[in-house]
Structures are given as C-alpha cells and as structure tokens.
C-alpha cells in the first residue's frame, strides 16, 4: 500500500496568510494526487485534483503542485471560510486509495 | 444537480449488522466508480469500498467478509450492508463517486454525500 504523510500537522495562521501545506507519497505516484478540504461536520469537498488542477468553482487563491512523490497545497491569502482541515489522497493504486492524515488550519 | 443522501446510520450492538443507503441523483450510480468512505471520531478518511462495472467490488482489508457493498439500478441507489461490526467500525460513513477517467481511470472522489454515523457500542 501506499503511505501518505502530511505536514505539519496543524498551522495556525491569520487572515491574508499564506499557508503551505506538504505531503508526501511513500512512492511515486506521478500526478495522481488529489486535495480535500472538509470542514467540522461537513463532507470532504474536492480542491485540487491531478496535483495541480483546480476543481470548478474553487477560488483560485488555492493552489497545488508536485509530482512522484512531494506534493504541495498553498493558499495565498487565507480567509475566513478557509480554516478547514485539508487532506491529500493518492490515486495511483486503484483500488486502494489511501488519504494523508490531515493538515488543520486554525485561527492564530 | 449531482447530489448523493445517505441513510440508515445509527446504534448497533457489537456482532450486529446494519444497511446504508446512498440514493443519487443528477447521474446514474450503474455507470459509476462508486464508493464508501469513513471517518472515525476525530480521525482522517479512510476508503472502505467501491463498486463499478458490471459489479465488481473491491474491500479494504479491515472490512473484508464483513461488509457487502451493492447498488439498486432501478433506484439509483447504493448500498453497505455491515455485518459482524465492531467498535472500530465506528464512523461516519461517506458515500462519494469516484471521477474517472478514460486514459487514467478512476481518480478523485467528487461528489461526497453528507455523511451518516454509525455507532457500535453495548
């Protein structure tokens, strides 16, 4: 199986931050990698697919790149409804996509 | 709009057994990459199972034989029958389609349902 690990755990930052968030692929993995954000209560929601591809209708301050195995999601001005916990998925080995373990975003 | 509801969560025993329910609309499930993922209190996702083809099925190892996942054509609906649960199986349960794509294949879940908990505990 595929490992994916993700750093940092938690960030605090403020409003009109810039966030990095990495993860990591316990193997190559190409391109297929894939960026949720969910939060308290709600469905995971789709941000980035493809490594750097940005879903439909997501605000082009979030950003993605990488490939084989570093992986990087940026915000480059954080809002409020940003705070969020964000996971990245690996979709290189059907049918066992795993997740990274989260990144929380919180309020410095 | 796409849009998938899930149902049938709740309070079991462990041994027990329970349905879910996932009913879409705005795309047909039978034509679809269709999959549960969970959540566990406090803990990231965890892919559970996925359904697509003809019927073909595929199991995390942590509910293989347990669980049975399935679909209902004429109601566009998938299900999750859980047996033998556990206290590990406590979650909430995600129902989400998985995009596909015909060079790579399946990818990316999208949509997600909103999710339906399950409870296992005496």
């Known amino acids: 199986d595929i490992q994916m690990t993700q750093s940092p755990s938690s960030v605090s930052a403020s409003v009109g931050d810039r966030v990095t968030i990495t993860c990591q692929a316990s193997q190559g993995i190409s391109s297929w990698l894939a960026w949720y954000q969910q939060k308290p209560g709600k469905a995971p929601k789709l941000l980035i697919y493809?490594?750097?591809s940005l879903q439909s209708g997501v605000p082009s301050r979030f950003s993605g790149s990488g490939s084989g195995t570093d992986f990087t999601l940026t915000i480059s001005s954080l809002q409020p409804e940003d705070f969020a916990t964000y996971y990245c998925?690996?979709?290189?080995?059907?049918?066992?996509?795993?997740f990274g373990p989260g990144t929380k975003v919180d309020i410095k | 709009e796409v849009q998938l509801v899930e149902s049938g969560g709740g309070l079991v025993q462990p041994g027990g057994s329970l349905r879910l329910s996932c009913a879409a609309s705005g795309f047909t499930v039978s034509s679809n990459y269709m999959s549960w993922v969970r959540q566990a209190p406090g803990k990231g996702l965890e892919w559970v199972s996925v359904i697509y083809g003809g019927g073909s099925t595929y199991y995390a190892d942590s509910v293989k034989g347990r669980f049975t996942i399935s679909r209902d054509n004429s109601k566009n609906t998938l299900f999750l029958q859980m047996n033998s649960l556990r206290a590990e199986d406590t979650a909430v349960y995600y129902c989400?389609?998985?995009?596909?794509?015909?060079?790579?294949?399946?990818?990316?879940?999208?949509?997600w349902g909103q999710g339906t908990l399950v409870t296992v505990s005496s």
């Open positions: 998925q690996q979709a290189n080995s059907f049918p066992g996509f795993t």
């Open positions: 989400a389609r998985i995009d596909y794509d015909f060079w790579s294949g399946p990818n990316w879940f999208d949509p």
């Open positions: 493809a490594a750097s």
